[in-house]
């Protein structure tokens, strides 16, 4: 049988109608850019979240850049982030004409260290962008807690996190702003590009309002040098539909992430640590194994679409050579690079599927060549406190 990473495929054909319903309110109305489609997925996501506000914008990429330029991050400023993530993250403070500067992650959740981030400290840190690796929310009380001791801004990289909760408030809540990605592959995905910041700032979300749209105050009246940067109708339209399963789809990942634990507990492999303060969402399912790259060809043969995700870290990345700021050793990071491997999770994934999944990989995978005193006993997750 073959086995995709993320069956896009079922869950539009069990959506087609309301889709097509809700892309065929858009075309009756002709209102494609900033209309009601945008209007009403704005309200509804940002009451999801818990925030005030969220505006809609292309991509999570620019999510990212705009949210960090709303706060004013710019040229001499350095923001800390982690390097195990998707380089957007990165980017983004570049394209905000700042410097990158790379913390080391949690060898547990593989989330920012926040006993890291002094170290990285400088008179130009500005920010700490913490990504909530994989589904997971990082340890936001403690990076707060950082940031609040040395007048930073906390902006979230909420683009793999759509839902999670850290002790009880989501993702989207737990900063200053909140960047989302609806890539189409992400836990709530577009059917193409998009994104949106989230806050509760009232002038921040007036100036992304403006900046998305050419700086205009009204038409032809421009107050600022702005960008083109506007979540469509149609995708907000498909949010729509999405957003109202989104919870439903989170209950069922948790489920096969819980059913993964149990078919893998005799295992070589280490599977994602959870926090019990926090309610991951599980968009990727990342075990560590020793063989990794055997094992994914293994996988491939078989027809199961496993992934990597990342395996070039941040600052090993060719278009960040000398753009970032490494300021201690990133052994996490390195170490684990090369024994991260993502198996099939999303809501359609069948018992059957699964079984078969974990039998390869239990037949195959070796013990990861790295270790700490700190990982998690393989085959079940490990509780923290905060």
Not at 22 to 40: K, N, P, S, Y
Not at 157 to 168: P, S
Request: charge should be neutral.
């Amino acid at each position: 049988m073959r086995i995709p990473l993320v069956n896009l495929g079922a869950m539009h054909a069990e959506l087609r109608c309301e889709i097509d319903d809700a892309i065929g309110r858009v075309l009756v109305r002709g209102d494609f850019v900033l209309g009601a489609e945008l209007a009403e997925f704005e309200r509804e996501f940002a009451a999801y979240c818990g925030a005030k506000h969220c505006v809609g914008l292309g991509s999570g990429l620019d999510a990212l850049i705009l949210a960090l330029k709303a706060v004013g991050v710019g040229p001499g400023d350095e923001v800390l982030t982690v390097g195990n993530t998707f380089i957007a993250t990165a980017l983004a403070i570049h394209h905000a004409g700042a410097v990158p500067v790379l913390v080391d992650h949690d060898p547990d959740t593989y989330n920012l260290d926040p006993s890291k981030l002094a170290a990285a400290l400088s008179a130009r840190t500005k920010a700490v962008l913490p990504v909530h690796i994989y589904g997971q929310p990082a340890e936001m009380d403690a990076i707060r807690a950082f940031a609040d001791a040395h007048g930073l801004i906390v902006i979230e990289d909420a683009a793999q996190a759509h839902g999670a909760l850290y002790k009880g408030v989501r993702a989207g809540n737990l900063a200053k702003a909140a960047a989302f990605s609806f890539y189409p592959g992400k836990n709530l995905g577009a059917i193409g590009d998009g994104g949106a910041v989230v806050t509760n700032d009232d002038g921040l979300a007036e100036w992304l309002v403006r900046a998305r749209s050419y700086g205009s105050e009204s038409k032809y009246r421009h107050a600022m040098c702005g960008f083109n940067s506007r979540l469509d109708g149609v995708q907000a339209a498909v949010l729509r539909v999405k957003l109202r399963r989104l919870d439903e789809w989170n209950a069922a990942r948790r489920r096969l992430a819980a059913r993964y634990r149990e078919l893998l507990a005799d295992s070589p492999v280490v599977p994602p640590a959870s926090s019990d303060h926090a309610q991951h969402v599980y968009h990727l399912f990342v075990i560590r194994c020793g063989n990794r790259d055997e094992l994914l060809n293994v996988l491939h043969e078989q027809g199961i679409g496993a992934g990597i995700h990342y395996p070039l870290p941040i600052h090993r990345q060719p278009a960040m050579q000398g753009k970032c700021r490494v300021p201690h050793p990133m052994t996490c990071c390195a170490a684990y690079c090369d024994e991260l491997l993502s198996l099939p999770l999303c809501p359609y994934l069948s018992e059957v599927q699964q079984e078969s999944i974990a039998e390869f990989v239990c037949a195959n995978a070796i013990e990861p060549r790295s270790s700490s005193a700190h990982s998690a006993p393989r085959g079940r997750a490990m509780a923290r406190t905060a």
